[in-house]
């Protein structure tokens, strides 16, 4: 079973950065997207940043110009680089990979990590 394990989470103050990282244990197969959620408890898990291939990314608009995904295949690594983090950017942080690129948003997921809590204190 292929696992994704997420790291780079943490507590941080409005204003300031983080990088989270999701390494995969192998190759998922039929995968041809990542991407990362976010959640909150009591309420629903949503896309915050999606990649496929290497250059087509999208993002919510909640987080555009502030997040960026990109990833290292020689590394079998996904990052996330968060800036200007915002006190409502505190959540469960998930990386996944998914069968389908809907051209918006990596879909069908195949694989969910475990999660890394990230909290930004105002």
């Known amino acids: 079973q292929v696992q994704l394990v997420e790291s780079g989470g943490g507590s941080v103050q409005a204003g300031g950065s983080l990088r989270l990282s999701c390494v995969a244990s192998?190759?998922?197969?039929?995968?041809?997207?990542m991407a990362w959620f976010r959640q909150v408890t009591g309420e629903e898990r949503e896309g915050v940043a999606h990649?496929?291939?290497?250059?087509?990314?999208t993002y919510a608009d909640s987080v555009k110009g502030r997040f960026f995904i990109s990833k290292d295949n020689a590394k079998n690594t996904l990052y996330l680089q968060m800036n200007s983090l915002k006190p409502e950017d505190t959540a469960m942080y998930y990386c996944?990979?998914?069968?389908?690129?809907?051209?918006?948003?990596?879909?069908?997921?195949?694989?969910w990590g475990q999660g890394t809590l990230v909290t930004v204190s105002s």
């Open positions: 192998g190759h998922i197969y039929g995968s041809v997207c």
């Open positions: 990649i496929m291939g290497s250059d087509a990314s």
């Open positions: 996944a990979a998914g069968r389908l690129w809907s051209g918006r948003a990596c879909e069908n997921i195949a694989v």
